[in-house]
């Protein structure tokens, strides 16, 4: 395989809530491998100020004033891309997020805003920039940002837990419709990024926690993100579709096992798996 399969030069991509944090460093990455990038961000002032910095990368950068959960905004944003970058090779539908709470204090109104937001605006993005890119014969990468939250339980994000199942597997059957046209679609699933939320775990005093539940003993980078991103948005995974891609320091192969002092345990102080140390050569 050429080298230049890892390049996504003069690409078009569509990043969603790409103004800020993960899906701001995605953009950023991918300008920086090649592509021009329109951040699509219902904050007109963040979606501008990544533009600024995609454009100063020497990429085309375009930033248009976007929420998601509105299926006409989605379609008047595709239809401008096209029309001003000639095409939509890409898509990251990364625009999602909730305040945490438990689910029988939550309503209708609050279930419906969840799955408008983290569910069916992946939905809306996803067939306009199919369609598109199916108009347009180009063979593009479609990946959902999910989360670890999607295959594990986490008290306080029922809804926006089952929302980002549901991403993994839509990403699942969209393999199988999308592929006739060429198009691939997978989803990656971040755990804990230091993005500008993370405040509490960058404190000196909570690293030893940091360290004990995060098998790679630290946070992840959003630029970490975007190089999974990357990967499936060039030719390096022109084989790979339908499948979620966890970007979590082993977070989900733990699955709940932690440091504790020399040993992994599953129960705070009670020891059970000793870690051996490494013998010498």
Aim: with cysteine; net charge neutral; proline share 4%.
């Amino acid at each position: 395989m050429d080298p230049s399969s890892a390049l996504l030069t003069d690409k078009v991509a569509i990043i969603t809530g790409g103004g800020q944090g993960i899906g701001k460093g995605i953009a950023l990455t991918f300008a920086r491998f090649g592509a021009h990038v329109v951040i699509a961000d219902r904050n007109a002032a963040l979606a501008e100020s990544a533009a600024a910095e995609i454009r100063a990368l020497g990429r085309k950068g375009l930033a248009i004033q976007t929420d998601v959960k509105d299926f006409d905004q989605v379609k008047a944003m595709v239809d401008r891309t096209v029309r001003e970058l000639g095409g939509v090779d890409i898509l990251v539908n990364n625009a999602g997020g909730q305040i945490p709470h438990p689910f029988l204090e939550m309503g209708p109104d609050r279930w419906r805003r969840a799955v408008d937001l983290n569910l069916m605006g992946m939905v809306h993005c996803t067939d306009a920039v199919v369609r598109a890119m199916i108009a347009g014969k180009r063979r593009g990468s479609i990946i959902n940002i999910s989360s670890i939250e999607g295959s594990r339980a986490v008290p306080g994000y029922s809804i926006y837990g089952a929302c980002k199942a549901g991403m993994d597997n839509f990403a699942k059957t969209g393999a199988l419709e999308f592929g006739d046209y060429g198009i691939r679609i997978n989803s990656i699933a971040p755990d804990v990024i230091d993005t500008g939320i993370a405040t509490e775990l960058r404190k000196p005093e909570n690293q030893a926690a940091v360290r004990s539940a995060i098998p790679l003993g630290r946070l992840g980078k959003v630029e970490e993100v975007g190089g999974a991103a990357v990967f499936l948005a060039s030719d390096l995974s022109s084989y790979v579709t339908g499948i979620t891609l966890f970007v979590d320091g082993g977070t989900w192969a733990a699955g709940g096992w932690k440091h504790e002092d020399d040993s992994w345990t599953l129960f705070p102080g009670v020891r059970m798996a000793p870690r051996k140390p490494v013998p010498k050569q």
